[in-house]
Each structure stands twice: as C-alpha cells, then as structure tokens.
C-alpha cells in the first residue's frame, strides 16, 4: 500500500507570496493532519480534516487555512508569506478507527520563504 | 494533553539495549502512551502505543508502571540506524481528535 505523498518537495517563496501545498493519504484513511516542524518551535499542530470538515486547529494566524476534498486528499495554503513561515511542513493521515494515534506522516514539503 | 518530560539527548553503542524514559505526572485516565520516532528531514513513524503494563511489537517494547505515572521506551540491541530523535506522547481518545502533541523529544545516538 502507497504511504502518504506530499507534493511538492521543495518550495522557494518571497516574502508577501501564497503557497499551496498537497497531501495525499493513505488509500483508506479519512483523517489528514498538518503540522509545522521548525528547528525552534519543533513540531506544531495545524489543523486535522475529516470527512471534508476541519475537525481540530491548533493556534496558528489565520493565513494557515486547509482543506480536504471528497477522495481524501487535502491541501494547505499559507497567504502572504512571512519569513518565519520558512519549516517543513508535514502531512499525517490515519483510519480514525479504534483508539489509536498511529498516524502515518508523508516525507514533509520543505518551503523557503527569502 | 498531559505534558511530558524526556531527557534531551542520550548516547548508545551498537547491540545494547536503550531505555528512554518518559515523565507525565498529570495523565489522565482515559490517556494513552505513545511514541514516534523521527529520522531528520523525515515525518515522524509511529513506533508503539500502550495504557498500561507492558506492550511489546517487531520494534521495541513500552513498559508502563501501575501508577502511569512514566513510561520507558526499550530498544533492543540498537543499531546504527536506530539513532533518531524520540517523541513521547500522551493524549486522550475521547474526543477522537487526531491532533498530536509533541514536546522536544530524545535525541539518540548509536556509536559503531
């Protein structure tokens, strides 16, 4: 079974720009969530989609928005780009089922902000 | 969620076993252990989860005192590879939310 992908890999913006990023889950899984890892916050919730419905947010400014389509896949966009917004940025998704917090992540979308 | 607190590095040489305990003073009843191991440029993998006693898979084994109080994380006979960063976390079902809290996690190295 394919594992989460995220697309793209890399990503170079300027400062004041907008940026989508892309997720895809596990074939199967309902539940996608993003996070932000920096080297200073660490690894930070964002937001947690379900059935196409934003389920959980973490505290992040309102120019961090997602959303989640009818076959599970999500996106993420970040408006006017700030340099602090400069992480990798990762997708999670898992089943929802049971009591488990195993989620699967993807490899990450690391974006540059100059 | 409950906080945790982990040491902030440890050191390990190949083929011993690394125990990597974990403090969360405040879980609640209904929490549950969990544990992600995170390679660098990587997204964190899901390692092991328990409530309680012990739990044992492929990869390592979680032990959990009767007062839940800690955890220790029990990697056999580590590898070079195994060196990563640990991430300890404790979080409720009941809400269903998959919302993962993680603190600064243990920074492992395995010396040939």
């Known amino acids: 079974k394919a594992g989460v992908t995220q697309t793209p890999r890399y990503l170079i913006k300027t400062r004041g720009q907008q940026v989508t990023l892309s997720c895809s889950p596990i074939s199967g899984h309902r539940s996608v969530s993003w996070y932000q890892q920096t080297p200073g916050q660490g690894l930070q919730f964002l937001f947690e989609y379900f059935s196409e419905t934003q389920r959980n947010k973490g505290n992040f400014p309102g120019r961090f928005s997602g959303r989640q389509f009818s076959n599970s896949r999500s996106e993420m966009n970040v408006s006017t780009l700030e340099l602090g917004d400069s992480a990798l940025y990762l997708c999670a998704s898992s089943l929802n089922t049971g009591l488990s917090y195993e989620q699967y992540f993807g490899p990450g979308t690391r974006l540059t902000v100059t | 969620l409950a906080k945790t607190t982990q040491p902030i590095s440890m050191d390990s040489y190949e083929g011993q076993e690394v125990n990597i305990t974990c403090s969360h003073n405040?879980?609640?009843?209904?929490?549950?252990i969990t544990w992600y191991q995170q390679f660098p440029s990587q997204g964190p993998r899901f390692i092991i989860q328990?409530?309680?006693t012990k739990v044992t898979n492929e990869v390592a084994s979680l032990f959990i005192p009767a007062d839940r109080k800690s955890s220790t994380l029990s990697l056999p006979r580590v590898s070079l590879s195994d060196t990563a960063v640990y991430y300890c976390?404790?979080?409720?079902?009941?809400?269903?939310?998959?919302?993962?809290?993680f603190g600064s996690g243990t920074r492992l190295q395995v010396q040939p």
């Open positions: 976390l404790v979080g409720g079902m009941d809400t269903g939310r998959r919302a993962l809290t």
């Open positions: 328990g409530y309680k």
């Open positions: 405040n879980i609640a009843t209904n929490d549950y």
